[in-house]
């Protein structure tokens, strides 16, 4: 036992110093969206808050130029990298829009990098008939004039409304394959990323089959038909990458990636309704710092390097308290702002932009014999895979994978504790058959280590961030919303101040809305709007289905 843990330890600082040496690199990959709130919040003060938590990738849902000058301005400002993705929203959908967003693109190519076109357009209807022939003319017409200046250009659909056969992940295929080949071969153009956006938080809210381990990230992996999935967002992630090849062509050079996840640091008030419970006890500091942590190891370890994954996006950057609460989230949803979870006085949550290196993984169940009471719920499953299982027709599909990956043994050649490793780490077809401990000893120790090892660092990006300057246009435009602000802040002192967010800051009253109206910019007309819930209907599925299943039924759908 003492040669295990020694081993165990050995293995631990092997892989966080490894992690160490890429970890900013692989943190460029976690990005935010930054939607506005109602109620006068400072672009600002976002602004400057991104830069101070390290964000280097921040994502808008439009293409307005008065906010890349103000991320520009706090990013100059703090000597921080910065790479900003604006968006064609659905509703500026004429070609004069589209021109409007190129232009502001062309115009700050230092740090516009990336295009989205639309958000969940097949949710609004933007992926049929004549209005999907638009999208596709101008997703191609985009992507064409934008690769001269190698910025990504992409949609972020919703994760249910493009898949189908989603359990296992492996069968996953497209609702509308003709559709999306079209969509994928517009990306293949420019060597783009088909993006997604899913949230383990509202499925689990949703359902409480699934497993709250299983929406996290945490322990134990799952084990579906001989395919491992660490948790859901990986489900996910591979989900979309089956999809893809179920297309037929080569379409490897297409990245996959996370328009929008996020998981609610607080639940509001302590709801009066006992059916709300369950999810509040669910919108806590400590599940939300969970969630981010394990998808921030996951990249720093190059987890998702196989799947050639693109970006992940949190949402979002800011708390919206003024937006009401719905099922199945109910006021959860109002506060998945990581400006409220991260802030300069708490100093026991960081930030992963600002860790210093990977945290150390809680520790592990002490290493017991299989015979021993915590091994109770799967001691008869070890023992038959053993004796049997590993022998009939299909056990190198069923178990040769996970097998090699997590004991690093041949199945056939395991032993019974590598077994009891394997149903420690991830039993094959039912979370609830886990070991409660690892195994005294086993064939490759660390025998409680149950990876993934890291994978391959991918290939550079064809882009990289950089600090920006303010140039004269730049500061032009600054000095209007400098003067905007100011008058919101004399606005303010006649108005009692409003707390926006959860431990983060005070925000005045007066709307931000008068300049963007004068400039004639109306794409923030539905910043209140942003992050309305969509719901769809979840089919009833056991504790592991349900975890897997990724067709769903609930998204964040900002402003469609």
Same mark, same amino acid.
């Given at each position: 036992?003492?040669?295990? =843990? ?38 600002? =003060? ?29 990013? =100059?400002?703090?000597?921080?990298? /910065? ?37 969940? !357009? ?16 101008? %997703? ?22 493009? %898949? ?7 069968? =996953? ?15 293949? /153009? ?7 956006? /899913? ?26 038909? @001989?395919?491992?999935?660490?948790s859901q967002v990986d ?17 490897? &050079? ?36 969970k969630f981010y942590a ?13 799947? &050639? ?27 998945? @702002? ?55 027709? &299909? ?33 094959? @077809? ?29 290939? !550079? ?15 032009? /435009? ?35 809305? @008068? ?5 004639? %910019? ?11 819930l969509v719901v769809r ?24």
């Amino acid at each position: 036992m003492a040669l295990c =843990s020694s081993q165990q330890l050995f293995l631990i600082v092997a892989l966080a110093a490894r992690s160490v040496l890429g970890y900013l690199e692989a943190m460029d990959m976690l990005g935010v969206n930054l939607a506005v709130p109602a109620g006068g919040v400072k672009v600002s =003060s976002l602004a400057e808050k991104a830069a101070w938590l390290g964000v280097v990738r921040v994502k808008l849902f439009d293409y307005d130029e008065m906010k890349v000058v103000a991320l520009r301005k706090a990013y =100059s400002d703090a000597g921080k990298r /910065l790479s900003v993705a604006v968006a064609l929203p659905n509703w500026m959908h004429t070609d004069k829009d589209m021109h409007a967003m190129i232009k502001v693109v062309k115009d700050n190519l230092d740090v516009v990098q990336t295009v989205f076109v639309y958000n969940e !357009p097949c949710l609004s209807g933007y992926c049929k008939g004549e209005k999907g022939e638009n999208y596709l003319r101008r %997703l191609k017409y985009i992507t064409k004039e934008l690769a001269p200046h190698k910025v990504e250009v992409t949609t972020p659909f919703s994760m249910g409304g493009i %898949l189908t056969n989603t359990y296992p992940p492996q069968n =996953s295929e497209f609702k509308d394959p003709a559709f999306m080949r079209r969509v994928v071969e517009t990306l293949a /153009l420019g060597n783009n990323t088909l993006y997604a956006n /899913l949230y383990p938080y509202l499925d689990i809210a949703c359902n409480p089959d699934v497993p709250l381990n299983y929406a996290l990230g945490e322990l134990p992996q799952a084990s579906v038909q @001989g395919v491992l999935f660490t948790s859901q967002v990986d489900a996910d992630i591979k989900a979309l990458r089956f999809a893809i090849q179920k297309l037929g062509g080569d379409f490897s &050079n297409v990245k996959v990636g996370i328009g929008e996840t996020g998981w609610a640091h607080y639940g509001g008030d302590k709801p009066k309704n006992q059916s709300h419970m369950r999810v509040w006890d669910l919108s806590t500091t400590h599940y939300s710092n969970k969630f981010y942590a394990n998808i921030a190891t996951s990249l720093a370890h190059w987890q998702w390097t196989e799947q &050639n994954l693109g970006r992940i996006y949190i949402f979002d950057l800011a708390d919206e308290p003024l937006k009401a609460g719905h099922y199945p989230a109910y006021d959860g949803e109002k506060y998945f @702002g990581i400006a409220g979870l991260w802030t300069k006085e708490d100093k026991q949550h960081i930030a992963p932009w600002k860790w210093d290196a990977v945290p150390q993984p809680e520790p592990l169940p002490e290493p017991k014999p299989l015979q021993d009471p915590a091994n109770a719920g799967c001691i008869n499953d070890v023992n038959w895979v053993f004796q049997t299982g590993r022998t009939v027709a &299909n056990a190198g599909a069923l178990y040769g994978t996970p097998m090699g990956k997590i004991g690093l043994v041949d199945f056939r050649q395991a032993t019974i504790d590598d077994w009891q490793r394997l149903f420690f780490c991830a039993p094959p @077809g039912d979370l609830k058959k886990r070991c409660g401990t690892p195994p005294l000893t086993c064939t490759r120790p660390p025998c409680g280590f149950c990876g993934p090892a890291p994978g391959k660092r991918p290939d !550079p990006e064809k882009t990289k961030p950089v600090v920006p300057i303010m140039r004269p246009r730049d500061l032009k /435009l600054w000095k209007i919303i400098a003067e905007q602000e100011a008058e919101m802040d004399k606005a303010a002192k006649h108005h009692p101040e409003q707390k926006w967010e959860k431990g983060y800051a005070q925000a005045p009253t007066q709307p931000f809305w @008068g300049y963007y109206a004068a400039a004639g %910019l109306a794409v923030v007309a539905a910043a209140a709007a942003i992050a309305g819930l969509v719901v769809r209907t979840r089919k009833p599925a056991g504790a592991l289905q349900a975890a897997l299943q990724v067709d769903s039924e609930l998204e964040i759908g900002d402003v469609e």
